[in-house]
């Protein structure tokens, strides 16, 4: 059975300083992975994804993610946090392959302090 | 990216009625489609997966009979709760993708409140 763990249940971070949310999967075969945020009472947003090619993939509102296999993570990162990141974030997991279910993680509240 | 119009965004219904939640792809043809449901501060959980034309393939614990699941077009997906009770009362979003190497994206939910 596949799963992701978001091993923080809350992040903080003071405005312009890096920020990283991690996740770690686990999955039979080769992983497709992705992150997505979340805003009170809305559904999520697709932030990026891992199918195959470089390790270290750039998303939208400039947040990237590397994906390391030998230590199964893919942890999200930001160089420079703003407070408007502040959200709900899900790191989800399928195996690739077919009309695979994808796995949410239970996902990491980031507060970015002003 | 891609757009997914989720309707309504919220509704009240009284217990024992049933309640229908659209999902449509405005933009691309989804294949497949996904209906999760949210609990408070907790994570997503699949409830039913559905392809196009097919009938939906439901997680373990979900009552089919219950949450009644259509997928009759490559641009719409349907989740009817019939009978609802205020146990129902949730966050529902669905996602859909174009096929295997596509993420998925989600509409932006429905917050249903059976009284």
């Known amino acids: 059975a596949q799963s992701v763990a978001q091993p923080e249940d809350q992040v903080n971070v003071a405005e312009g300083n890096p920020l990283t949310v991690k996740c770690t999967y686990s999955?039979?075969?080769?992983?497709?992975l992705f992150w997505y945020v979340q805003y009170p009472n809305r559904g999520l947003q697709f932030l990026l994804k891992y199918i195959t090619g470089d390790n270290l993939v750039k998303g939208s509102y400039g947040f990237e993610a590397e994906f390391n296999k030998s230590q199964t993570s893919f942890h999200l990162k930001k160089p420079s946090a703003l407070v408007s990141d502040s959200a709900l974030y899900f790191c989800a997991v399928r195996e690739a392959g077919g009309y695979q279910k994808v796995t949410f993680g239970i996902g990491t509240k980031l507060q970015v302090i002003p | 990216g891609a757009v997914v119009s989720q309707h309504p965004s919220r509704v009240i219904c009284k217990s024992g009625t049933s309640v229908k939640i659209e999902c449509r792809s405005l933009d691309f043809q989804a294949t497949t489609m996904f209906w999760y449901r949210q609990f408070p501060k907790q994570s997503l959980m699949l409830m039913a997966t559905?392809?196009?034309?097919?009938?939906?393939?439901?997680e373990q614990g979900v009552e089919k009979d219950k949450f009644l699941i259509n997928h009759a077009s490559l641009t719409l997906s349907t989740l009817t709760v019939t009978s609802a009770h205020p146990e129902d009362s949730s966050f529902y979003i669905c996602?859909?993708?174009?096929?295997?190497?596509?993420?998925?994206?989600f509409g932006q939910g429905t917050r249903l409140t059976v009284v």
């Open positions: 996602s859909a993708s174009e096929g295997q190497y596509y993420e998925a994206f």
């Open positions: 999955v039979s075969g080769n992983p497709y």
């Open positions: 559905s392809n196009e034309g097919s009938k939906a393939t439901y």
